[in-house]
């Protein structure tokens, strides 16, 4: 594919794979399509000599579960991946077993079956609390800070055991470690921020409590050190925080878009037993994983990838492989909906049992609260950002 001044390997792997992962309101853009129909495996590009490494992006599903299944890549980033340019410790997405290996499991068990059904009634809590101000306030209303972030951000935070006292100054530096446009800014919120989940850290270690501090430190203290705690505490934070308010978002305004389809699931829930599943799929509010470095020489379907080579998964591609055909449409009614939006392998994301237990008592009491929900300006175009899927605001009503 060729994009003309993109020469560096950088520039390839993060400009030219992010830009092919903007969004069509829901869909692919035509970039990505164009691939898409070429083929499950596609030369993005190859850096100039001496390098002459290939970076290859993968769109078919079975491709993409192919590399991040395999133990012939490796998941370290090639380049600074945080706000302050640097890989903190503990951000499980940048490790390689052994060290994945560990940390994951000391942080495992605050994911349990069990744990999660006891916080649920603290986020059907937050839930309410959180449409009761959507009520009061009333419509039009923009669902991006009124309903995606401060339900994400308060269920993460009380997860955690961040003290509530804290948590509005707390979401408002992630934000913006994530937002301002001053590289100067961004870095001194990033500071901000690790310098807070460093102090939390470390009085989880004096007092661990019920929270996931408390069940890392009393279960798998000593085989984590306190900069891994903090680190794998914003990863979390950040995790929770961002990713799970976007996907809130989107399906905001997915509900709004389908009231029809939206109608099942308050009315007839055990018509539409994987409703979760299907809304994740067609969504995939994370379009893309962080490019995989090749350990070795290895067949991906019928392209060698070399040694040094990256992959970049398209999830979004893999998930939407349909489109745009029937196979794609959105259907709630869709049987057990296959997709890798959550990824796959060892870096599946840690956080899925929260992420979806949020989902699940979100989006039923947001279509069951509002059941006229829909666009304020139905003729006005929805400003999305760059990827991951960002929507910029979202002005309903009903």
């Not at 505490?233 to 009231?259: C, K, S, T």
């Not at 979806?356 to 300006?377: C, G, H, I, K, Q």
């Amino acid at each position: 594919m060729d994009d003309g001044p993109l020469t560096t390997f950088e520039e390839i792997n993060v400009v030219l794979a992010s830009a092919l992962h903007r969004r069509d309101r829901f869909d692919p853009v035509p970039r990505l399509r164009a691939l898409m129909a070429e083929g499950p495996m596609t030369e993005l590009g190859t850096e100039e000599p001496p390098g002459g490494r290939t970076a290859w992006l993968a769109t078919g599903y079975d491709e993409v579960r192919q590399v991040l299944g395999s133990d012939k890549f490796s998941s370290r980033l090639l380049w600074g991946g945080t706000a302050s340019g640097i890989v903190w410790p503990g951000f499980l997405t940048n490790y390689d077993p052994p060290e994945h290996t560990r940390i994951r499991r000391t942080v495992a068990p605050a994911y349990t079956a069990r744990r999660m059904e006891r916080f649920r009634p603290q986020v059907e809590r937050i839930v309410e609390d959180t449409l009761d101000a959507v009520e009061a306030i009333g419509g039009p209303l923009d669902f991006v800070p009124h309903f995606g972030w401060p339900v994400a951000t308060t269920a993460t935070c009380d997860f955690l055991g961040i003290p509530r006292d804290d948590q509005v100054e707390l979401s408002r530096t992630l934000l913006a470690s994530r937002t301002q446009r001053s590289g100067k800014r961004r870095v001194a919120a990033g500071n901000k921020f690790m310098t807070y989940m460093n102090q939390i850290a470390a009085r989880a270690r004096r007092n661990p409590g019920d929270d996931m501090f408390g069940v890392v430190v009393r279960e798998h203290g000593e085989e984590i050190s306190d900069a891994e705690l903090a680190g794998v505490a914003a990863f979390v934070m950040g995790a929770g925080g961002d990713q799970v308010a976007r996907y809130l978002v989107a399906g905001a305004w997915l509900i709004a878009e389908n009231p029809g389809q939206f109608a099942l699931l308050r009315e007839r829930p055990d018509s539409v037993p994987d409703w979760l599943d299907e809304v994740t799929r067609y969504l995939t509010t994370d379009e893309k994983v962080t490019p995989r470095i090749a350990l070795e020489d290895v067949r991906i379907g019928d392209r060698l990838v070399k040694a040094g080579d990256t992959v970049t998964c398209s999830l979004l591609a893999a998930n939407r492989r349909n489109f745009p055909g029937p196979g794609d449409r959105f259907d709630l009614t869709r049987e057990r909906p296959a997709h890798v939006a959550f990824g796959h392998g060892i870096h599946h994301c840690l956080g899925r049992p929260l992420a979806e237990l949020v989902f699940r008592v979100t989006l039923p009491a947001l279509a069951r609260r509002f059941p006229a929900l829909r666009p304020a300006e139905p003729d006005r175009e929805i400003r999305l950002g760059p990827p991951p899927f960002d929507v910029k605001a979202l002005l309903l009503d009903w």
